[in-house]
């Protein structure tokens, strides 16, 4: 298991990630072009049966897969809620599924993200977290990268006491390719205030989602 716990650092600002704008963007029938373009480079018939729907098909995969360009994740904790009995403690939502796609290659990379804070008197709702962590999934990402910017968002919108992100995912680039390591998994987290100031708090919430335990078990 590969893993890096980050080191203590000012809030970064969040990365735009934007698409190419819409005047210099290649039309859907450019980018499927460009597929059959990499079918021939491969070698293959892009005009047999079981290829010729392939490159509308790619398209319709790039746009589930890529779906975070088209927004803001920020905008899901625009709504935040205050009638919450004074409630100050942590707030958890662990085991959210992640999947998304490696920058470098293009491959997969899938595993789960655990969301932590501490209000300071406002909450968001919890699925709003893990649109969050979607919002940015769904982008070409390295992990190290998707960690922080979850982290971020979250910290610049709610400023709550304390933001704690966790990734465990595995690659596929370094699964099925290269170095070849099925099986192993790449840890990555990114805290801020009282998740990195205090350890206890710390503590506290590696203890809720079983860090103690083999990253891979469920």
């Known amino acids: 298991m590969s893993t890096h716990l980050a080191a203590p650092s000012k809030l970064a600002p969040e990365h735009a990630d934007k698409p190419t704008p819409d005047a210099t963007r290649p039309s859907r029938e450019e980018a499927e072009k460009a597929v059959r373009t990499l079918l021939e480079f491969i070698g293959e018939d892009p005009d047999r049966e079981g290829l ?4 509308k098909r790619v398209m319709k995969a790039f746009g589930e897969h890529f779906a975070g360009y088209a927004s803001d994740p920020v905008r899901h904790l625009h709504k935040t809620f205050e009638d919450v009995e004074g409630y100050d403690e942590l707030v958890l939502v662990s085991d959210i599924e992640v999947h998304s796609h490696c920058e470098h290659h293009m491959v997969p990379f899938v595993g789960r993200a655990h969301v932590a804070y501490i209000p300071s008197g406002r909450v968001v709702g919890l699925s709003k977290l893990a649109r969050v962590v979607d919002g940015y999934a769904k982008r070409l990402q390295v992990q190290e990268k998707l960690t922080a910017q979850i982290a971020a968002a979250i910290q610049s919108s709610l400023k709550p006491q304390g933001v704690a992100v966790i990734l465990q995912c595995q690659h596929f680039c370094m699964c099925y390719r290269g170095v070849k390591k099925p099986g192993s998994w790449t840890t990555t987290s990114k805290l ?6 205090n350890a206890a708090t710390r503590l506290e919430l590696f203890t809720l989602i079983g860090m103690k335990r ?3 078990e469920s």
């Open 192 to 197: 801020y205030g009282a998740f990195l100031e």
């Open 214 to 216: 083999s990253v891979g």
């Open 52 to 55: 010729i729907e392939t490159p």
